[in-house]
């Protein structure tokens, strides 16, 4: 991406670039390329130059002329990305021409030549596109068309993902269109820019500064999400601040939307239930009460006076102490409806999360969403859509799939992904999230018979004016790289791509995702790939293997923590997860147990159900075991579990081997920047194995056999750690 020196740098080059021609141009390019260290800003667009040279001969040959159709003008924003991405790239400025045989065209299907159009295929969504190499008059032309100017973006966006990854441009016939209407990012960020779950500095929204002054980083921002075709944000934390919907911040959530709009993103807000009572003076937030109905309509229009393609609300009722129509005796549906009635007439929508649990869960949390949720199937106004996070307690390292995929078939249901990495490592771990979320995205939960796909459920409409989305709770923060991690950058990216198309594979996003962000180099790339598939399993295995879940530290949520035992409410501890005792380990969410299990399909259910057919995956969260259970590995549980806590933190240290043999391969400054996380991420590792291992052990009264290195301390050790410097504040637990 342009930061502003370089932006600079780029202006008195071109200037110069009459003066001394060519020649000199191309030296001072160079130049300001090697003088810089990459420090993560620019993210996958990166648009290093291209230096192998028949590949940049070709490309310049194809690209030196393009034609614009309709002659776009120059604030046009996916003209802009092309010339810039194409001018580092390739280091020249390419020629804007009407000139019909230019080697690139691009514009919308209304701007282009009939002629043209007329051999495309038919681009019905308002967000697809095509990419086509064309004979056109006497040469090979390739053709970028959108509907709209947002899916001409998308197009310039691909068009520059395959210059990036160095793919031929001979023979291209691309036709894209995206799987889901809403891919919305969540920022949990605070009015006081402090990030709920956030590891990667403070909040990028200066609401000090705003709306006087606009960061490049906010232009930035969408840029970055426009090349992933992410087209909504919701800007403040679901846990809300009523204040947000004051003018005074109002006038701010302008100058952002105003900012996006061109990329084709749309602003949202999450808002909090008793917003009429805490900014509206009212005495009740009653959502069947006629003047708290009125306020919020009076509330909606004003916002769309501010932004008239405003998206809608987001709102966390009823849950972790946030107000909702609960406290009315209502239901979700009333408390939906109701503001749900106040945007349908601009077109707004309500995203209602299903993240509820109540503070006394009777016999398993895990079941509380279902429980409320499912009643209300059919019983939501059009406009509203139900979030489901993607598992049914909270984004742990491995969930099964939400038993509410699949139980709601009058109701659109919306994914909740959570890209920042509160239980997978903070922003020190290399965890790629792709295979996680495709996992979920491909679960079969036979609600319509075999191949009803979780993903397959986001897509179909329950009712013609259903409308379909994801979000991802996302990972970005003031850090100067963006995400913290360099590698969780390609979380951001993942979910972008994802929530275009769930059928894209994880090893194609990675690749893509490298080679963008770091080179093109095979030698580094392929090995790369392979340890950003294989990252997710690692953590899962040295922090929660075979279904174990909810063990982290109290409150942050940092470090291991099987032994939390007290906290503000049960289901708040480790111990009401993980359930060890001297039998056995895992929450019996079996028909024997919290039946659990009845909440999916019978086949799911069955599945899940039987000791013996449950995958090890998700064994202890739907089984107590005995210790001594003979495994499909022929290992006792005990040794299985020992197993799998030792091959996380091996699998760390051939990560570790892998990425110092990068040295070289990649800029330095990266290069360091990952290497330390990795020992960081190794030494975090190790206290996750050893502090779960001594601690079950108290239990299972088995050995650690000979042969695995044993831990350097005692568990009263690992339990007397502090973290008092763990961030990601605000959080309720
Ligand atoms: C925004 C978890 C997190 C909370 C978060 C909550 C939610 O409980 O720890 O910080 O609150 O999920 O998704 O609402």
């Not at 987001?314 to 939906?336: F, I, T, W």
């Not at 939400?402 to 509160?422: C, D, V």
């Not at 004016?465 to 950058?489: E, L």
Request: charged letters at 20%.
């Amino acid at each position: 991406m342009v930061d502003t020196s370089n932006q600079q740098i780029r202006i008195i080059m071109q200037k110069q670039f009459r003066v001394l021609g060519l020649m000199a141009f191309i030296g001072l390019l160079l130049l300001a390329n090697c003088s810089f260290a990459d420090d993560g800003y620019k993210l996958w667009l990166n648009y290093s130059k291209i230096t192998d040279r028949t590949v940049a001969a070709q490309y310049s040959q194809q690209l030196k002329q393009i034609n614009f159709a309709g002659n776009p003008g120059n604030n046009n924003v996916a003209k802009n990305e092309l010339m810039h991405g194409v001018a580092d790239m390739l280091q020249f400025a390419p020629q804007i021409t009407t000139s019909g045989d230019a080697g690139l065209l691009v514009g919308t299907v209304k701007a282009l030549p009939a002629g043209v159009v007329k051999n495309l295929q038919a681009i019905t969504n308002d967000e697809g596109y095509v990419i086509k190499t064309m004979n056109i008059g006497n040469r090979k032309q390739v053709v970028i068309a959108g509907k709209t100017q947002t899916g001409v973006l998308y197009g310039v966006f691909n068009l520059l993902k395959l210059l990036q990854t160095q793919q031929q441009l001979g023979a291209l016939n691309i036709a894209e269109y995206p799987r889901l209407e809403r891919r919305v990012l969540n920022h949990w960020d605070n009015l006081n820019r402090t990030v709920e779950r956030g590891y990667a500095g403070a909040s990028i929204w200066n609401w000090h500064k705003l709306p006087g002054y606009i960061e490049q980083q906010y232009t930035d921002y969408a840029r970055a999400n426009a090349s992933i075709g992410i087209n909504g944000t919701v800007l403040n934390n679901v846990n809300a601040n009523a204040l947000m919907l004051t003018p005074e911040y109002l006038v701010k959530v302008k100058a952002l939307a105003d900012v996006f709009r061109p990329y084709g993103i749309r602003v949202y807000l999450s808002v909090k239930f008793s917003s009429p009572i805490e900014v509206g003076k009212l005495k009740t937030a009653d959502p069947l009460n006629s003047e708290v109905r009125q306020w919020w309509k009076d509330k909606v229009d004003e916002i769309y006076k501010y932004v008239p393609d405003f998206g809608g609300f987001l709102v966390k009722a009823n849950s972790e102490g946030q107000p909702g129509p609960q406290a009315y005796g209502r239901n979700h549906a009333d408390g939906a409806n109701m503001m749900a009635e106040a945007l349908a007439p601009h077109n707004g929508i309500v995203m209602w999360r299903a993240f509820v649990y109540d503070s006394n869960p009777l016999n398993d949390r895990a079941k509380q969403a279902y429980d409320e949720f499912k009643p209300l199937d059919g019983k939501f106004a059009d406009n509203v859509i139900v979030q489901v996070k993607n598992g049914a307690i909270d984004f742990q390292p491995r969930e099964p799939f939400h038993p509410l995929f699949g139980a709601m078939p009058k109701t659109p249901l919306m994914m909740e992904f959570q890209i920042t990495q509160e239980y997978t490592g903070f922003a020190t771990h290399l965890f790629y999230e792709a295979p996680l979320f495709k996992e979920v995205l491909g679960a079969d939960t036979y609600a319509a018979g075999k191949g009803t796909t979780v993903a397959k459920i986001l897509e179909t409409k329950p009712h013609p004016k259903a409308v379909t989305g994801i979000a991802g709770v996302a990972n970005i923060g003031t850090d100067r790289n963006w995400c913290g991690h360099p590698f969780a950058q390609s979380n951001w990216y993942a979910f972008g791509r994802l929530a275009w198309n769930a059928n894209q594979s994880s090893a194609q996003i990675a690749e893509d995702w490298l080679r963008m962000t770091f080179t093109n180099n095979k030698s580094f790339v392929q090995p790369m790939v392979q340890q950003m598939l294989q990252s997710r399993e690692n953590t899962v295995n040295y922090m929660t293997p075979l279904g174990l879940h909810h063990i982290m530290g109290i409150n942050t949520h940092f470090g291991p923590g099987p032994w939390v035992n007290k906290a503000e409410r049960p289901d708040w501890t480790a111990v009401y997860y993980h359930k060890a005792d001297s039998l056995g380990i895992g929450f019996d969410r079996s028909s024997t147990g919290s039946k659990a299990t009845s909440q999916y399909a019978p086949q799911v259910q069955q599945l899940f159900d039987k000791l013996e057919t449950c995958p090890d995956s998700n064994l202890l969260w739907f089984h107590h075991v005995s210790w001594n259970y003979k495994m499909r590995s022929g290992k006792t549980l005990w040794f299985e579990l020992v197993h799998h806590y030792y091959e996380g933190v091996d699998s760390v240290r051939r990560l570790q081997t892998v990425w110092n043999g990068m040295q070289g391969k990649v800029d330095q400054e990266q290069f360091i920047a990952v290497k330390q996380l990795i020992a960081l991420q190794l030494e975090e590792a190790i206290r996750w194995r050893d502090a779960c291992v001594l601690y079950f052990q108290t239990f299972s009264k088995q050995p650690i056999p000979a042969g695995y290195e044993q831990p350097a301390h005692p568990l009263s050790y690992y339990r007397d750690q502090q973290f008092h410097f763990a961030p990601g504040i605000g959080g309720n637990i």
